[in-house]
Structure formats: structure tokens, C-alpha cells
């Protein structure tokens, strides 16, 4: 089976007085994906994450992990060691005063055997890249680096699909380019699938494929070239687009020939040199 994740007609409301903040959502992630949600706030793309591994279930509708439907508690164990979340703010993932003992943590909850936990923190810290600041303190780190932490917390436990609910909003610039770099990399390599709720456009045209949230529903799903080259429909939905299909789009209104399809800073700077060649 080469489906990681299921959503099927779900629907979620926190209390029976509010409005459904999930409106009957459907979508699907295959293993290996990077698949980007976006959507203006309030469009319930974070609800939705939180039920990818069992922290929120759904009043209608199912959500299966690897076949394995979130509402069954003899499957809750399994599934979140399949799906693991990593949230906007670092702080409140991170509990020990050092480093190594936070990625650790989890670990050590499972009962994982201490010559295993040594190993695997290590491979963690190395694969997100905060191995060579495993003895300092967390809260001595940079945003950038604390968010690397809890990522890593997150990994050691070896999961096959990473949810980052907002994960990098919280960064400065640099920060989120050193975590998405890190998330990449993960996904590339280790071949971990991600799922990355984000509202940086620039994010989600680095992605294999993106859907967009609107009133509870996925409204708009394609790779980031389909979705991005849709600019006024993404505008309709209170979304930007991304800078440099936002300049490709304002050149052409000025009478310069770009091609279509112009949704990141590499592709935009390609196809001006072409221009003035």
C-alpha cells in the first residue's frame, strides 16, 4: 500500500455550539511525499493535522495511517509512532535542561533499552543537524536550533511521516531556511514523508505537491506549479503567492515576455538572464 495518510469526508467542531472547523476534508499522502496545507487563518488546516496522529478525531468521516483508522485505540500506540508532530512553538516540546536528554526523553518513556537509545539519539541529532550542540543547554539556542531539537526529539523515535503544524513560523529568516533545509533533507534522504502545515508560500513551492484549505474543505490540490500559476484564485483565497511569481506576473503586465509557470527565485533569476541575453 502506498498510502501514508487518508482523510475521508471529515468532520470536526469543538464544541457542538462552534461552527465545524474541519467541513467534510478529504486528502491523501503517499509515503515518500512532501506535501504542503495552506490556507487563511481559521480555514482549519491545523485541525486537521492534529488528527493525522490521533490527537483529534473526527465526529464524521475516518482517517487512516497506513490503513489503520485513528478512531480504533487498539491501533493509537502504532500510529503515533508513525506520525510524529512537531508544533510552531520549540518551547513547549522541549522539557529536559540539556540537549541529548531531551531527544532522549521520549525514548526513555517508551522504554526503549539504553544501549538503543544511545544509537539512535546520536543518528537523530546527526540527521537534524544539532549533533555538535548536544551537550548545551536548549533554552542557550537559537529558534533555529531549538526547533532543530524538537525535530530530532521527534525522529529518534523513527517515525515514518513528520506533521509540522506551523513549524517554522516562529523563526526568523534565517532560522526557517536552516529548518526547511533540515525537513528536506529528511524527507530526500531518510525518505520520511512530511506533511508541513505552513503560511510561507515560499515553503510550499518547494514541495511535491499542495493543497489548499477554505471553510473546513480542501478547495484547491495540485503541485505547486498548477496551484501557484492560479494567481488570482490563491489571491481570492486570502493567500499570497510567491515573490517571484508575484514579480513574473507584474513584468508581464509590463510588457516583458516571461514564461508561465515562474514560482521560485531560481526559475524567476533564470528566466530574466534569458531576457536580457
Known sequence: M??????????FRYTLENPYAVDGASMTVRKGEFVAVLGANGCGKSTLAKHFNAILLPES??????????????????????????????????????????????????????????????????MAGIYKHREKAPHKLSGGQKQRVAIAGVIAMRPDCLVLDEATAMLDPRGREKVMDTIHRLN??????????????????????????NGGKVVMEGTPKEVFSQTEKVRSLRLDVPQAAELRDELVKAGLPLPEGIITEEECAAALYQLLK
Open 2 to 11: 502506498n498510502e501514508m495518510i487518508a482523510a475521508k469526508n471529515v468532520r
Open 188 to 213: 530526500k534522504e531518510f525518505g520520511i514523508t512530511v506533511v508541513a502545515i505552513t503560511h510561507y508560500m515560499e515553503e510550499a513551492a518547494q514541495a511535491d505537491r499542495v493543497l489548499v484549505m
Open 61 to 126: 468521516g475516518t482517517v487512516t495511517v497506513e490503513g489503520m483508522d485513528t478512531a480504533d485505540e487498539a491501533h493509537l500506540y502504532d500510529i503515533r509512532q508513525k506520525v510524529g508532530m512537531v508544533f510552531q512553538n520549540p518551547d513547549n516540546q522541549i522539557v529536559a535542561t540539556v540537549v541529548e536528554e531531551d531527544v532522549a526523553f521520549a525514548l526513555e518513556n517508551l522504554g526503549v533499552p539504553p544501549a538503543q537509545i544511545r544509537a539512535r539519539i546520536d543518528e537523530a541529532m546527526q
